[in-house]
């Protein structure tokens, strides 16, 4: 897994349901909360070679930047 990371003041508790049950993510920062319809999302881009692709749920496309929406069931599976 990932090392611990320091808590700063701009660290949050960001609570998610995860297939029925409320788990807490400790996140460094949040930038902003925007609701979205589930139109509003694009399929994530075939070009994603940082990162495994699988953790994008989609995209949305704002007026002056691209927020990724992140798949919360594949960024929280525990690998058996």
């Given at each position: ?15 998610v ?9 400790c ?28 953790f ?25």
């Amino acid at each position: 897994g990932l090392p611990a990371a320091d808590l700063t003041p701009k660290s949050r508790n960001l609570i998610v349901n995860l297939a029925g049950e409320l788990v807490g993510l400790c996140v460094d920062q949040i930038a902003d909360i925007i609701t979205l319809s589930a139109d509003a999302i694009n399929p994530p881009p075939s070009n994603i070679s940082e990162v495994d692709g699988r953790f994008f749920f989609g995209v949305y496309t704002a007026e002056m930047e691209i927020v990724a929406v992140l798949n919360i069931q594949e960024a929280l599976e525990i690998p058996e």
